[in-house]
């Protein structure tokens, strides 16, 4: 009979430790031993959702191979070369790295798969880029990529904080939205007649401000007046 | 047959890694003889018929087709409760495990509740004794006799007969939700063990049951656990705890399904501190006006009527099955904090007492919410276990030691591994 004490709860003889603390059985009287009968066998039935994750995801990516292969050779059959073949290769490559990849790791955590995805996204952009040529990769595509990628990460972010509150979230989603729409324009702007020139933005985001001042004024107001919060709670 | 009302929902929401299961088991004074198990559980399986029965995949609905025989008797392990694959278990959503003394049974919700549940294990006890031991167990009650076939009363829905004339759907609120390191993987279990006549003694001191007695110490134990993360005022969520409530009784139903209903009870700790005893009046006043037969009546007449509703009825599975997923899970249980099962005091015949040393309920994991407890009492004895899929065992230590500074003698077991084989 021995007795945690941390907790002051007596403990079954199969325990080395409390279940409830942690702290060791120490008892000098009657030391721990192995023999003693557990209430559960010592073999645990393994739950493992990684093996089927595994298992589609091989799948998916022999699916995969069967495009890739055709393509391949109908265009070496064409002119024995490999030309407008790499663009579809390309894009199918995107889909293992965008979809089948994440499959494989364990847990991934949303802002690396936000961030693998704009990478791919830009990477995949290059490859056609360099298959057709023009001047909007540099200047246009990837900064807009770069910027929804961002975008993602920070909303993701603030929207996941426990400390955040729901008003301080809103606000913080609706002014990233005000800087996205202003860079946005000044991309398109800067894209197309090469001068910056801002307007439909303004709108946008002057709304977004509007918005999560209006916000703003509200919660303070919650947070002063009692009735409002009554009515306001759950 | 079709699945019950209150079933319908456990088939769409399981995944690969997860579906609704609870466990019963019974501890005997010798260990099991597993051939004499095999016959004992054939003959109970076929005076069960929920339990013989496969989940098929319909064109609108899941529904249950029959199967003949039981399933093999499997060895016991150490994480109860880890999800079921039915095609491993010869299509039965249910599954009977030995360890040494104990036979255990866990079941998928879909077949029965927790009092479906113990009146099967009962039953089989009954049928394993009598064959084991060559003497004649009465049947009465929830033990079953196996020479008679089942009524249709005891297959029929309760749901669909007992719904009242108007539906009112429940208000939900969300409840205090608490955090801890995820491990899905691993069911942890802690068993602790009371005094049943103490807790009886000090729960009639009080004016309550014994249900909401250890409801109020749990309610305790999940408000402490809030204090230590140091939650602002203003956005503290109350703390509340799912209790099932038997339908059986106040309906006079005799179903072998599921009849179950929850009232959910809390305490809002925005108010301040509450004094144990005023707290424990507070949950006995919540749980009596839960269990009023005409507020069940018109709770169940709402879930009725979602299954009745054309819509429901005639959109097809593939499209009704993600929705409806996807709705428990953003659902779920979020409008409680933990779940507290009781199924009260087994009594058995003194043929079945003289061999039966102890009984254990648990629940397997939730959808959200990450412990759950569940209690039932035999022989002078409380039996009350945590089933957790967190690390921190915060809960079920403030628990304890509750009622360890309350003077209750707390005997404790547990499932975990010894931190050299981790
Ligand atoms: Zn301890």
Not at chain 1, 178 to 197: A, D, N, T, W
Not at chain 2, 122 to 141: F, M, Q
Not at chain 2, 213 to 228: N, P, S
Request: charged residues 20%.
């Amino acid at each position: 009979m021995s007795y945690c004490v941390n907790c002051g709860v007596e403990l079954g003889e199969s325990e080395k430790r409390c279940p409830l603390c942690g702290v060791e059985v120490i008892n000098p009287a009657k030391p721990y031993s192995e023999k003693a009968e557990r209430p559960f066998p010592a073999s645990a039935e393994s739950v493992t959702h990684r093996g089927v994750r595994i298992i589609t995801a091989k799948v998916l990516s022999l699916l995969l191979v069967i495009p890739v292969l055709s393509v391949l050779i109908a265009d070496l059959l064409q002119d024995g070369r490999l030309s407008w073949s790499l663009l579809p290769v390309a894009a199918m490559g995107f889909v293992f790295l965008a979809v089948i990849f994440p499959c494989l790791l364990k847990k991934p955590p949303v802002w690396l798969f936000i961030l693998l995805g704009t990478v791919e996204t830009a990477a995949f952009l290059f490859v056609v880029w360099v298959l057709v040529g023009g001047d909007w990769l540099w200047l246009f595509a990837l900064p807009l990529t770069a910027l929804v990628g961002a975008a993602a990460i920070g909303c993701y972010l603030i929207l996941r904080s426990k400390r955040a509150s729901v008003s301080l979230k809103i606000i913080v989603v609706l002014l990233i939205l005000m800087v996205f729409v202003i860079v946005l324009q000044m991309l398109i702007e800067l894209h197309l007649s090469g001068r910056i020139r801002l307007s439909w933005s303004i709108y946008a985001a002057l709304s977004c401000g509007m918005v999560s001042l209006a916000v703003l004024i509200v919660s303070r107001l919650i947070r002063k007046n009692e009735s409002i919060r009554k009515k306001l709670f759950f | 047959m079709p699945l019950d009302n209150a079933a319908k929902i456990y088939p769409p929401a399981m995944t690969e890694g997860w579906n609704a299961l609870f466990r019963v088991s019974v501890t005997l004074d010798e260990p099991i003889d597993r051939q004499v198990l095999k016959r004992a559980l054939l003959k109970t399986v076929a005076r069960f018929p929920n339990f013989a029965m496969r989940l098929r995949r319909g064109f609108f609905w899941y529904y249950l087709d029959r199967l003949d025989g039981a399933p093999e008797i499997q060895d016991d392990v150490q994480n109860p409760c880890a999800r079921m694959r039915f095609r491993e278990n010869g299509g039965f959503a249910f599954r009977v495990r030995c360890y040494n003394r104990r036979i255990a049974v866990e079941i998928f919700h879909a077949i029965t509740d927790g009092s479906g549940g113990l009146s099967f294990l009962k039953t089989l006890t009954a049928e394993y004794i009598s064959i084991r031991y060559g003497v004649t167990v009465p049947r009465s009650g929830d033990i079953l006799d196996c020479s008679v076939p089942a009524s249709e009363e005891e297959l029929a829905d309760g749901f669909l007969k007992h719904a009242g004339p108007k539906a009112v759907p429940e208000t939900k609120r969300r409840a205090y939700h608490l955090n801890g390191t995820k491990d899905p993987d691993f069911l942890h279990v802690t068993t602790g063990i009371l005094d049943a006549a103490d807790i009886a003694a000090r729960a009639k001191a009080l004016g309550v049951t014994v249900t909401e007695y250890l409801t109020t110490v749990l309610l305790f134990a999940a408000a402490d656990w809030k204090h230590v993360k140091h939650e602002p005022l203003q956005r503290r969520r109350p703390v509340k705890a799912t209790v099932p409530v038997d339908l059986r009784r106040l309906f006079g139903c005799r179903t072998l399904r599921n009849f179950a209903n929850y009232a959910n009870v809390g305490l809002d700790t925005r108010l301040g501190e509450y004094g144990f005893e005023e707290a424990a009046r507070i949950i006995h006043h919540q749980l009596r006006l839960g269990a009023d037969p005409h507020l069940l009546a018109a709770k169940i007449a709402s879930n009725v009527n979602i299954e009745k509703n054309v819509f429901m009825r005639l959109v097809p599975l593939f499209i009704k099955d993600p929705v409806m997923s996807l709705a428990y899970r953003i659902e779920g249980d979020r409008q409680s904090t933990t779940c507290l099962s009781n199924l009260g005091r087994v009594t058995l015949p003194p043929e079945m007492e003289a061999h039966v040393r102890r009984f254990d309920f648990m629940l397997g994991s939730l959808i959200e919410n990450p412990i759950a407890s569940a209690a039932v009492s035999y022989n002078g004895k409380l039996v009350i276990n945590f089933t957790r899929t967190i690390k921190e065992s915060f809960l079920e230590r403030a628990f304890f030691t509750r009622l360890v500074k309350m003077g209750v003698k707390v005997f404790i077991e547990s499932n975990q591994k010894d931190p050299e084989e981790i």
